[in-house]
């Protein structure tokens, strides 16, 4: 649930990922080759489901200039919190970055990845993720959690 609460707009939105996930999973068990672990197998179908449902929607992505690439991001904020209180700063982003973010910086996907996944361009993936890391570091200077 946890998962598709990262991807999903909303807690109803998750639920019907979850259940959907849990539906091809089970339909899907004969296929699995044990190639991965089972658990990898799992998240990997969640995470897809969950970015189906975000490609429905429009409007999730703003695209930014070359400029805005550039900007600096101060983690030692990141560092003092605990793992809930980043969640809590993640799920406060505009669907784009949050969905982008989360896929480069806590599924560990590429860019390249992540445009194939999603639809979007590589420069949309990243311009995503800089406005991602833009809108954390302004949620962390408002907490005062900055060098």
């Known amino acids: 649930m946890a998962l598709c609460l990262r991807y999903c707009k909303n807690q109803e939105e998750a639920e019907d990922a979850l259940m959907e996930s849990f539906v091809r ?13 089972l658990e990898t197998w799992m998240r990997r179908i969640a995470v897809n489901i ?3 449902k975000l490609r429905a929607q429009k409007n999730i ?3 930014i200039s070359e ?14 919190l605990e ?6 700063l993640i799920e406060k982003l505009p669907v784009g970055y949050r969905t982008v973010f989360n896929l480069f ?16 361009d590589e420069g949309t ?11 954390l570091q302004e949620m962390l200077e408002k907490l005062n959690i900055t060098r």
């Open 83 to 88: 793992a809930k209180q980043i969640m809590q």
């Open 125 to 135: 993936s990243r311009s995503q993720l800089a406005k991602a890391r833009k809108s």
């Open 25 to 37: 999973i089970y339909d899907k068990m004969p296929t699995f080759r044990y190639q991965s672990t």
């Open 50 to 52: 969950s970015i189906n």
């Open 105 to 120: 910086a806590v599924e560990g996907y590429s860019h390249k990845e992540i445009s194939e996944m999603m639809g979007i």
């Open 67 to 80: 400029s805005e690439y550039e900007l600096g991001y101060n983690d030692i904020g990141m560092q003092q």
């Open 61 to 63: 992505w703003n695209e």
